[in-house]
């Protein structure tokens, strides 16, 4: 075998290699699921005082949507969940400063958690790890999403219980 073909084929090979894996590293640690010590009712409640209480500008700019309702009422409700529900936290600062550096990202906006009870009765919070996410944008996007991240691990200690 030719050893520039060898040489090539085995950057290429490695380089597909490393793709594969940090893909396989970025999906499994993109959604941060925790599991709560609190009921569903509970959790939620937690969410809806907690927010809004940070004196850092934090709120909750939407209703809490219950996504399961919407789903049962359509048939389609996923048989592994008793219930589920959405909430839409948001600091407008951070917003804005995001906006103004790329309005792209209003695609993201605002970060959306979920509260949801599975058959067994176990209840999780999932969220978009914003810190991770942050990684993947400039530096000055990344600043802005490392002090959200920073935020929602001060929320999520307190939310948990």
């Known amino acids: 075998m030719n050893p520039t073909f060898a ?17 396989g590293a970025l999906r499994s640690r993109m959604i941060a ?12 409640a937690a969410i809806e005082r907690v ?10 700019p939407l209703p809490a949507w219950d996504a399961y309702a919407v789903l049962e ?11 589920l529900r959405f909430f839409f936290v948001c600091n407008p600062r951070h917003a804005s400063d995001m906006l ?6 209003s695609g993201i906006m605002p970060f959306t958690w979920s509260v949801y009870e599975t058959r067994d ?11 991770l996410m942050g990684r993947l944008f400039p530096p000055a996007v990344a600043a802005i999403m490392g002090k959200v991240a920073a935020a ?10």
């Open 7 to 23: 040489l090539v084929l085995g950057l290429i090979l490695g380089l597909a290699l490393a793709a594969g894996i940090g893909v």
């Open 33 to 44: 699921p925790r599991r709560s010590r609190r009921s569903f009712d509970d959790t939620c």
């Open 51 to 60: 927010i809004p209480a940070d004196p850092g500008g934090w709120s909750l």
């Open 73 to 83: 009422k359509k048939g389609l409700a996923p048989a592994n969940l008793a219930r």
């Open 100 to 105: 103004r550096l790329d309005p792209t990202l």
């Open 121 to 131: 009765g176990s209840v999780w919070l999932a969220k978009l790890n914003v810190g």
């Open 152 to 161: 929602d691990e001060r929320f999520l200690a307190e939310v948990l219980g």
